[in-house]
């Protein structure tokens, strides 16, 4: 159904794609492997229309096209799920779903109660109840990606193109999406998935193709291969995942949460209300441990670690210490000064700046130490740059090369980076791994293991199971908000880490 012949792409003097071909064929589910940086996004960017620019030769149906644009490509029936979410915060669910192709009515109105009932079906089928009328920036990363899913879905599209779509949503939202893309097949659509989570290319998958380095290495069907092979292709080597080696020696505590309470209304002496997002939150992270936190989508885990980095002052009650310190916490310089760092859940919009350089987005939190009589002195600045794309592998051109043009795993290395340079005695990380590929993961793993035993408290949320039990030396569990269990990572099981996760 389609095809890419000998497609290249470059970036600002680098090679994103050198001679891709491959092919797509209906009532198959392909997926795109490959790590961080080996050119799965860009390649999917041209074939739905976002990159026009490019050398080699795209055949839909047998015939030549060259989209301009992503509008294009939908009217040709190719549609795409991004992995980095394309919503526009401040309007609707249905303004979003329908932005560029609106209904109207005989008369030339808007048909909004036609485009919200469309909305409410799509919703309703994946599972997402949520009122069509709420704006986009009130969602969770999670329910964004459920959004991003419908937005595709709207039209019958023949290619259905799926980047990292289950990223950022919960165990049962992937089985909806399965089973749309069930249906999918069998209407004989060609459905494109990527995804960093092997396991589930396993399962869905009919055919696979493996990127490295912008180049086709290997392609083949899914019957008969498994997680290993997958990343002996992708990676070029054996692979194995780092297990943090925990200990149960008592460790002194470094943060200590008290009573922890935040209401939803806006005011802390609401907190103790039943419609808190926490509720009566305790529990402590020690010198040189790193502990997980799990819970299903809203659970409370992002509102918990932006509370501790000071994120709603006027919304929590209860008590936070650093090393053995009380603080008041009014704001994120607050926490910065006590020594604490957040990573954010969604590196895009929370954890850089996008538009500008890697020099400059990791010394953003350092200007005080790299300024000279009022200016910023770029020496300082580009050796900062240099010493932590070094430390942490970050594989860019130059510390001057623009953060939007790396693949996601080294811009969450740029974050990282960021937020070390302050020297953190506590590190809170809000799903670090999320959409990165096994190689990218694992360094992180590594990472995290040092800083823990150089000393540092980790914090560290993450919605994939097999993550948590590889990191933790302690495993904490939120559900509605409350914390239902604490376990040794001698103790723990998926089993039953998932049943204190899951509300009765």
């Known amino acids: ?73 939908q009217q040709c029936g190719i549609a795409i799920i991004h992995q980095e979410l394309a919503l526009i915060p401040y309007l609707s669910i249905t303004e979003n779903i329908f932005l560029g192709r609106e209904l109207t009515t005989r008369w030339g109105m808007l048909d909004k109660q036609g485009m919200r009932l469309k909305v409410s079906q799509l919703l309703s089928d994946l599972r997402l109840s949520v009122d069509p009328d709420t704006l986009v920036a009130d969602l969770k990363v999670g329910q964004q990606q459920v959004v991003e899913i419908a937005k595709a879905l709207l ?13 950022a949503i919960s165990d049962s939202e992937v ?24 396991n589930e290319l396993v399962a869905i998958a009919d055919r696979y193709v493996v990127l490295r380095d912008g180049k086709t290495i290997e392609s083949g069907t899914m019957q008969g291969a498994n997680t290993d092979s997958l990343i002996r292709a992708m990676v070029g080597r054996e692979m194995t995942i780092t297990h943090r080696k925990s200990s149960q020696l008592l460790r002194e505590p470094l943060l200590e949460v008290n009573d ?54 006027a919304r929590m009650s209860g008590t936070i210490t650093v090393d053995s310190q009380i603080l008041i916490i009014k704001n994120p310089a607050d926490a910065i000064k006590a020594g604490i760092a957040l990573v954010p859940e969604d590196r895009k919009r929370d954890g850089l700046v996008l538009g500008m350089d890697v020099q400059t987005n990791i010394s953003l939190t350092r200007l005080e130490n790299i300024e000279q009589n009022g200016l910023l002195n770029k020496t300082k600045e580009s050796t900062l740059a240099k010493k932590y794309i070094a430390e942490l592998g970050i594989k ?5 090369q623009t953060a939007q043009l790396l693949s996601g795993g080294n811009q969450q290395k740029i974050v990282l980076s960021k937020w070390l340079a ?3 005695k506590l590190l809170l990380l809000d799903e670090p791994t999320r959409g990165i590929d096994v190689n990218a993961k694992n360094e992180i793993y590594k990472l995290i293991g040092q800083l823990a035993n150089s000393g540092m408290g980790v914090l560290v949320v993450s919605s994939e199971l097999p993550e948590i039990l590889a990191l933790s030396d302690r495993i904490l569990v939120m559900c509605e908000g409350a914390l239902t269990a604490e376990l040794t990572a001698q103790d723990a099981t998926e089993d039953a880490i998932l049943k204190a996760a899951i509300p009765e």
């Open 175 to 198: 089985e909806v999406l399965f089973g749309i893309i069930a249906d999918l097949r069998k209407k004989g659509k060609a459905v494109v998935y990527i995804s960093h989570k092997l």
């Open 422 to 424: 302050t020297n953190p």
């Open 1 to 73: 159904m389609l095809i890419a012949e000998n497609i290249t792409k470059r970036f600002a003097g680098v090679t994103a794609l050198d001679n891709v071909c491959l092919a797509f064929e209906g009532g198959a589910v392909t997926a795109i492997l490959g790590e961080n940086g080996a050119g799965k996004s860009t390649l999917m960017k041209i074939l739905s229309g976002v990159y026009a620019d490019y050398e080699g030769q795209i055949l839909y149906r047998g015939k030549p096209v060259r989209f301009s644009s992503v509008r294009e490509a």
């Open 396 to 400: 860019t051109p130059s510390e001057k």
């Open 155 to 167: 039209v019958e599209s023949e290619v259905i193109i799926m980047d990292e779509p289950t990223s």
């Open 260 to 313: 922890l309470w935040l209401s939803a209304s806006g005011r802390s002496g609401d907190a103790q209300a039943n419609d808190s997002f926490l509720k009566q939150i305790t529990f402590n992270v020690g010198r040189g441990e790193v502990v997980g936190l799990f819970g299903l989508m809203g659970a409370g885990r992002t509102e918990l670690l932006e509370t501790i980095f000071g994120l709603h002052p």
